[in-house]
């Protein structure tokens, strides 16, 4: 079955590899900032950059494209200092700095599994983003943002675990935070937006991708 987990997501995903809580502060709330990718050759194996050119791969390392919202993070030294298993199960594919230059880890990804960890927030709407952290590209954040939930889609679209509607609504009651859930139910993709007092969903695409 297929994992994505975002923002805190991303933290508990790694608290639950190293069997311990060790995050450290970070001024990245309401922050946009490009990302370094440490391993080029492991970002273009990947699963989570598989449909980017190029030009999107020059774009997200060099453009104002990544929106943040934690103040608290993963630093990417505990995957040599601690004695845990968490190079063993995720490989980095891409870190971040927060305003005062101190890098955290933004994207992970299990090696063995199809499990995907993002620090920044893949569902935000780019074009709502504080005036104060402007955006440098609209159109090409957008473009990546949607890049990264096919690659996801992708293997949501695999697994044959059909959860019902009201899983889904008592699932994402847990947190009234967690937003834009892919599911997949009679060969139709839907996005669901829930907060505590509604649930609206949009169908995004009728078929499965053959």
């Known amino acids: 079955m297929p994992l994505w987990g975002t923002c805190q997501g991303l933290q508990l995903l790694h608290s639950l590899v190293m069997d311990k809580i060790e995050l450290d502060k970070y001024d990245s709330n309401a922050y946009i900032a490009p990302l370094i990718f ?3 050759d492991l970002v273009k194996k990947s699963r989570s950059f598989k449909y980017f050119t190029e030009e999107e791969l020059e774009a997200i390392q060099t453009k104002n494209i990544t929106v943040h919202y934690h103040n608290l993070g993963i630093r990417p030294e505990l995957y040599n200092e601690l004695n845990h298993n968490m190079s063993d199960f995720f490989n980095v594919i891409a870190l971040a700095k927060d305003r005062n230059g101190k890098v955290f880890v933004d994207i992970a990804e299990a090696k063995n599994s199809p499990i995907f960890a993002f620090q920044h927030h893949t569902e935000e709407r780019i074009n709502e983003i504080s005036k104060d952290e402007p955006i440098e590209d609209n159109f090409i954040a957008n473009v990546i943002n949607q890049k990264f939930l096919f ?6 679209n695999k697994n044959n675990n059909i959860m019902t509607y009201d899983e889904l609504v008592q699932l994402n009651y847990i947190d009234s935070y ?3 859930t892919v599911i997949v139910d009679n ?7 829930l907060t505590p007092n509604e649930v609206n969903y949009t169908e995004i695409r ?3 991708t053959k």
Do not use: I, S, W
Request: avoid cysteine; proline fraction near 5%.
């Open 206 to 208: 009728k078929q499965r």
């Open 38 to 40: 440490p391993d080029m």
């Open 178 to 180: 967690l937003q834009h």
């Open 187 to 193: 060969n139709h993709y839907y996005m669901f937006t």
């Open 151 to 156: 690659a996801f889609m992708e293997y949501v």
